[in-house]
Nanobody
Framework: VQLVESGGGLVQAGSSLRLSCAAS????????MGWYRQAPGKQRELVAR????????NYADSVKGRFTIFSDGPKGTVYLQMNTLKQEDTAVYYC???????????WGQGTQVTVSS
């Protein structure tokens, strides 16, 4: 599976952005997809995750109420709607997919989100 993210950029605090992730390849075996982020000097952290069959979602406390993960298309396409962005949301955002019985992890190349004051 290959994952390609898009939609990052430079925005002002309070603005919105929508990130997109498109998977190709063995998308039929995707169990869940999610978004992670990594800020300079910090560990990669989960932002939002969606289980495909149930549609269940979970979010980091820091983004609850501001970010929404969703899919409105074929399996393997997922979005992250980010509203009321804060400077602390600045990071490289990575799309992630969990596949198969072993929940093998696949990662996209990342997209930069920079929020200015």
């Amino acid at each position: 599976v290959q994952l390609v993210e898009s939609g990052g950029g430079l925005v002002q605090a309070g603005s919105s952005l929508r990130l997109s992730c498109a998977a190709s390849g063995s998308t039929y075996s995707i169990n869940a997809m999610g978004w992670y982020r990594q800020a300079p000097g910090k560990q990669r952290e989960l932002v939002a995750r969606m289980t495909w069959d149930s549609g269940m979602t979970n979010y980091a406390d820091s983004v609850k109420g501001r970010f929404t993960i969703f899919s409105d298309g074929p399996k393997g396409t997922v979005y992250l709607q980010m509203n009321t962005l804060k400077q602390e949301d600045t990071a490289v955002y990575y799309c992630n997919a969990e596949l198969g019985a072993g929940n093998w992890l696949y990662w996209g190349q990342g997209t930069q989100v920079t929020v200015s004051s």
